[in-house]
């Protein structure tokens, strides 16, 4: 079962109709127990890193996702998702998020349009599987202000050029995260999620 975590986040319907697509059945739930009973989970994400922090921690949520994780179970952050996973964010002073990748969330450069919106290129740093079928440079859907800057560079699996290179593919074991939108990212972002969910081992129902 692929369990999307439902903390409020506006874009969280998108995302299951993304895997519907791909012929999965995913379970939209707030329950720490059905999260901890999948076998991959899904953290969907926009507006702020800390504000999604808050609503993770009001719903009991920050355990069953950091100890999935520590667990090294399959696990996928999308945008904000891949945020709350470093040390802290600067947006709106600092907030503490999970911790998972040390390092920190900060504000792309000024003198740039901001939020970076729209298509880029994702340059492929890591021979990953979860790449498979897409090409190196193919386009992703991106809406953010923010980025996250890992203390160690060599989880950087995918960047992107927008006023400096930033990490928009995370891989730390059987953690895949993205800067971009998957959903919004036409045939590549179908295939990363399809990559994912075949690296989790599940099948279609």
Known sequence: MIAIVDYGAGN???VANAIAKLGYQPLVTASSGELAQAQAVILPGVGAAGDTME???????????????ADDRPFFGVC??????FSGTEEGGWHECLGVIPGRVKR??????????????VKQRLSHPIFEGIP???????????????EDSSLIAGET???????SVMVK????????????????????YQNFIKLAGISRQ
Do not use: C
């Open 12 to 14: 969280l319907r998108s």
């Open 136 to 150: 190196d440079g193919a386009n992703f859907y991106f809406v953010h202000s923010y980025y996250g800057e890992p």
């Open 173 to 192: 074991g059987n953690l895949v995260a993205t800067q971009f939108h998957p959903e919004k990212s036409g045939e590549f972002g179908l295939r990363l």
């Open 161 to 167: 050029e927008y006023g400096l290179p930033f990490a």
């Open 108 to 121: 792309l450069p000024s003198g740039l349009k901001i939020p970076h919106m729209g298509w880029n290129q």
């Open 55 to 69: 609503s993770l921690r009001r719903l009991g949520l920050v355990d069953v996702v950091n100890q999935f994780i």
């Open 80 to 85: 904000i998702g891949l945020q709350v996973l």
